[in-house]
């Protein structure tokens, strides 16, 4: 079984639990220096930069401006199954591996208390100037998790480019927003209330950050939120 001791801070993590469990309208947490920080800033300074020729695709409509890249030979929007990219650092494959371990998933389901057990998908995501998401509701279903791993520095109080969790698809609604961007974690179970999105951003800045799912799969009936019933297929993000 592979070590992955120089990771995380779980003590962090589950400080976390409690006020995570009983948020309203959703349960959703913002946690600080969430990775051990020699790990994280090997992952900072190796995190892929943008380019069109290295799997990068960019999103812009009128609900969001966004750019974004899968794992390996994998869309951002399928199933992120376990498969080295030779693109990115060794450090970035650690940490996928991490994200797949027993270890990760068992002590977020125990942090959550939602039933997840699989990792189901993983993308980078890339804001610059003039990036943007609406405030947005996906409702895949109860035994969804929807995470954020930021590695941006020099965020300011008040500066755009956070994900913010708000309680209703309005952001005169925030309920909190994400300042610290350097080595923060975001997450939130997701459901008919679970609005997020990201303000826009006025500054020469990039927000760098991964989003995954983890969700409760089960080898006969497949995914338990929607998208798709079996590790294939696409899901919109």
Do not use: C
């Amino acid at each position: 079984m592979e070590n992955f001791d120089e990771i995380f801070n779980w003590e962090n993590f589950f400080k976390q639990s409690e006020t995570f469990k009983n948020n309203k309208p959703f349960k959703f947490e913002l946690i600080e220096e969430v990775m051990k920080r020699d790990f994280y800033e090997k992952l900072y300074e190796t995190f892929p930069e943008y380019d069109e020729s290295n799997g990068w695709e960019t999103s812009t409509s009128y609900s969001k401006n966004q750019m974004f890249r899968g794992w390996g030979e994998i869309d951002s929007g399928q199933y992120a199954e376990e498969v080295e990219d030779p693109r990115v650092s060794p450090e970035w494959n650690k940490f996928y591996r991490f994200l797949h371990s027993k270890e990760f998933i068992d002590n977020v389901r125990k942090f959550s208390g939602i039933p997840v057990n699989k990792l189901k998908t993983f993308r980078f995501v890339l804001y610059h100037k003039g990036g943007f998401q609406l405030p947005h509701i996906h409702n895949e279903g109860p035994s969804t998790l929807i995470i954020f791993f930021y590695f941006s520095k020099g965020w300011q109080k008040g500066d755009a480019g956070g994900t913010y969790f708000a309680s209703d698809t309005d952001e005169s609604k925030i309920l909190v927003e994400a300042y610290n961007l350097d080595n923060t974690m975001g997450l939130f179970q997701d459901g008919p209330r679970a609005a997020h999105g990201v303000r826009y951003i006025t500054k020469d800045v990039k927000r760098k950050a991964i989003q995954i799912y983890l969700e409760e799969y089960n080898e006969k009936s497949g995914w338990s939120g929607k998208g798709f019933d079996a590790p294939k297929g696409t899901i919109e993000l």
